[in-house]
């Protein structure tokens, strides 16, 4: 069991991974918001390929993702969370309505869950029981179509799937259609509907992998995979209308896109000022800045993920600390932020854990 001794203002720190011959599924550590202080990973859950994880509003629950590979359709499972010990308790588990389940996410009221499946573009919606447990309701959403790169989008590759600030809308990602769709979202019963208008573009062969809403919620940052690039919307949160502003390269000035670079996580710093991108091959993270009025990215800083192919962050609630996990190399890698300009510096808190992927923070207790 982790140590529950530590002074206050602490955070439970959770790790999904691809489990294989040292990693068993979901990790967790515990940071000292204060100094900085992480403690070594334990395991908190055995499961298989726990890749994303998500958490209700109040914190008691968590989601996995897990992803297992070849053509078996995936799965969910959702856990209690002990916000002393850090351990988690499987409540149960649900079919993930499609293949490789990359993503999940829970609405504003944690009453449903929402689950992106990559390689059949699917977009499942689950309902949630009081006790945090599945539920029966919700819904499929089955993406159709393709965009340019035959290799990469020759059909739907969903990754992404969240609701708006206002409860009243989902924004899926699919890669495979360099599209972002917008459905309206009944909370009630859990299920989706296309919006008019149903989607919006990103431009052909990006590949548009995750978004983040400003701090405002007026605008979209979604960062795109395949040109290593975020491109800016416009959020109309009345009629759930996207309108592309800008796109810019997550890259440092100079650097040209090469093969191996992917981009693959977008975060907004909790002041939102700034604005934190990885990407994998250049094996960095970007951090832009939000213009105040027009939430336009100027680049700040590019710097090493001190590891290889980078793929979930994490930025604590007090806007201290960013931890990135490092797949290939599997580490976790915690980094300092500067309040001031957003930039990022190590702390040389360097953890192991097996093909790490993504990093979520529970308030301790």
């Not at 993270?285 to 994490?314: C, M, W």
Request: include cysteine.
């Amino acid at each position: 069991m982790l140590n529950t001794t530590l002074e206050a203002k602490e955070f439970l720190v959770y790790f999904g991974t691809y489990t294989n011959a040292v990693s068993k599924g979901i990790y967790v550590s515990r940071l000292d918001a204060d100094t900085g202080k992480l403690l070594s990973p334990e395991l908190a859950a055995a499961t298989p390929d726990p890749s994303f994880l998500t958490l209700t509003p109040d914190e008691k629950f968590l989601y996995a993702a897990n992803e297992i590979g070849g053509n078996k359709e995936g799965f969910v499972s959702a856990f209690t969370v002990d916000k002393k010990s850090g351990q988690l308790t499987l409540l149960n588990q649900k079919a993930s309505g499609g293949l490789a389940p990359c993503h999940v996410s829970v609405d504003a009221n944690g009453k449903t869950l929402l689950v992106a499946n990559y390689n059949s573009g699917t977009i499942k919606s689950i309902s949630l029981n009081t006790d945090g447990s599945f539920g029966d309701g919700g819904g499929l959403i089955q993406h159709q179509g393709h965009s340019v790169n035959a290799d990469r989008q020759a059909g739907p590759h969903a990754h992404f799937a969240t609701v708006d600030p206002s409860n009243r809308f989902v924004l899926a990602c699919d890669l495979g259609l360099d599209q972002v769709k917008i459905y309206r979202f009944d909370a009630a019963h859990s299920t989706l509907v296309a919006n008019d208008p149903p989607f919006a573009t990103v431009p052909p062969g990006s590949g548009v992998r995750h978004l983040t809403f400003s701090h405002n919620g007026k605008l979209v940052y979604a960062v795109n995979e395949m040109a290593c690039t975020v491109s800016t919307f416009v959020w109309d949160a009345e009629s759930g209308r996207l309108t592309a502003r800008e796109t810019v390269s997550a890259l440092p000035p100079g650097v040209a896109v090469k093969p191996n670079y992917s981009g693959a996580e977008i975060l907004v710093h909790p002041s939102g000022k700034f604005v934190y991108a990885t990407v994998r091959g250049h094996d960095s993270i970007t951090v832009f800045s939000t213009d105040a009025t027009t939430g336009q990215l100027t680049f700040v800083q590019n710097i090493s993920a001190a590891g290889k192919i980078p793929r979930g962050l994490g930025i604590d609630p007090t806007g201290r600390w960013l931890i990135v996990a490092n797949q290939k190399t599997g580490n976790v890698v915690e980094f300092a932020i500067d309040a001031a300009t957003g930039k990022l510096t190590p702390t040389k808190t360097d953890w192991s854990i097996g093909s790490a992927v993504d990093v979520k923070f529970v308030k301790a207790e």
